[in-house]
T-cell receptor
Framework: GDSVTQMEGPVTLSEEAFLTINCTYTATGYPSLFWYVQYPGEGLQLLLKATKADDKGSNKGFEATYRKETTSFHLEKGSVQVSDSAVYFCALTPRQAGTALIFGKGTTLSVSS | GAVVSQHPSRVICKSGTSVKIECRSLDFQATTMFWYRQFPKQSLMLMATSNEGSKATYEQGVEKDKFLINHASLTLSTLTVTSAHPEDSSFYIC?????????????FGQGTRLTVV
């Protein structure tokens, strides 16, 4: 079945460092891909998305490119801030309409000043 | 993006009592809503899928008599934790998706921190 695999954390960085969180997927068809962010004690917020191959999603300095040839959707940011500390989830749309998104296990990012 | 409102954000209840959590889609019709449970430092665990006007579909291992789900309208789904016990303490999150287009993202509520004492 469809699945999402993302790198295990925690990822610990200093402020202004470069961030990469790897995400690969297995899916039939052409799913949309998402990155969600969860700040402590809160629900999930959509960070960015891409709906077809070679699309680049971007938001708040974060970027991810839908790579069909490598079935990847890695999250990157050139210069992280302390406020970026959160849990990041990669997700995809399942083939069946009306069913839940399929999530990776989440990667905790901790940024120190 | 669309807004999903979840209430309450925090609740403390005594063992044996029931707690109701509401999830509302504020600006779109959510034919399908999802309920998740999240343990500390862990990923989301899908509990059930709630379809408006029909019975919820529960994931394997989730007790349907303990976690009652009602989706009476296109904008409201409720999760009732019945006869709560301390092991039910957790963070519960609801989510909603529109049915079309197929590849729409999901929108999440703010979550409810349930503590059973």
């Amino acid at each position: 079945g469809d699945s999402v695999t993302q790198m295990e954390g925690p990822v610990t960085l200093s402020e202004e460092a470069f961030l990469t969180i790897n995400c690969t997927y297995t899916a039939t068809g052409y799913p949309s891909l998402f990155w969600y962010v969860q700040y402590p004690g809160e629900g999930l917020q959509l960070l960015l998305k891409a709906t077809k191959a070679d699309d680049k999603g971007s938001n708040k300095g974060f970027e991810a490119t839908y790579r069909k040839e490598t079935t990847s959707f890695h999250l990157e940011k050139g210069s992280v801030q302390v406020s970026d500390s959160a849990v990041y989830f990669c997700a995809l749309t399942p083939r069946q309409a009306g069913t839940a998104l399929i999530f990776g296990k989440g990667t905790t990012l901790s940024v120190s000043s | 993006g669309a807004v999903v409102s979840q209430h309450p954000s925090r609740v403390i209840c005594k063992s044996g009592t029931s707690v109701k959590i509401e999830c509302r889609s504020l600006d779109f019709q959510a034919t399908t809503m999802f309920w998740y449970r999240q343990f500390p430092k862990q990923s989301l665990m899908l509990m059930a899928t709630s379809n408006e006007g029909s019975k919820a579909t529960y994931e394997q291992g989730v007790e349907k008599d303990k976690f009652l789900i009602n989706h009476a309208s296109l904008t409201l789904s409720t999760l009732t934790v019945t006869s709560a016990h301390p092991e039910d303490s957790s963070f519960y999150i609801c989510s909603a998706r529109g049915i079309l287009p197929v590849n729409t993202e999901a929108f999440f509520g703010q979550g409810t921190r349930l503590t059973v004492v």
